[in-house]
């Protein structure tokens, strides 16, 4: 596929993911990328987020993460469930603790889903594709 023919159908320069600026959205990308928004829709879960991601070796454990909030732990819990579950995060269980590392394949997504595209889009043509 060309570098023009992606830009038609609203891909980034991998391939990987139509733009929101591009041309319009399937109901099934939208209804996976609202999962992943939604996720993130809350103060909290952000900064569980930035947490995570920001941590020296890539991951970190929920020991580590409860006492920077004045929240219960069962609603951290709930917090880190949700991000789980929209595939922002992944964890594994060591011991009695477990441990969070960011998706970085699922992050990266929601950003080039964000990001305009590079080069000039003709919308007749974006819309033509993403619809046949």
Do not use: N
């Not at 023919?5 to 891909?11: C, I, N, P, S």
């Not at 732990?73 to 469930?81: E, M, N, R, V, Y």
């Amino acid at each position: 596929m060309s570098k023009q023919e992606r830009a038609v159908l609203g891909q980034d320069e991998g391939g990987c993911c139509p733009t929101l600026l591009a041309a319009p959205l399937g109901e099934g990308q939208a209804v996976e990328l609202a999962k992943m928004f939604k996720a993130l829709g809350d103060p909290v879960r952000i900064r569980l987020l930035s947490m995570i991601a920001s941590r020296a070796g890539g991951e970190i454990c929920v020991c580590d993460l409860t006492p920077a909030f004045e929240l219960s732990q069962p609603t951290i819990s709930h917090h880190l469930k949700l991000l789980k579950q929209a595939g922002l995060i992944e964890s594994e269980r060591r011991g009695t603790w477990v441990h969070y590392r960011l998706v970085p394949e699922t992050t990266d997504r929601l950003a080039a889903v964000l990001t305009r595209p590079t080069g000039p889009v003709d919308a007749g043509t974006a819309i033509a594709a993403a619809t046949s």
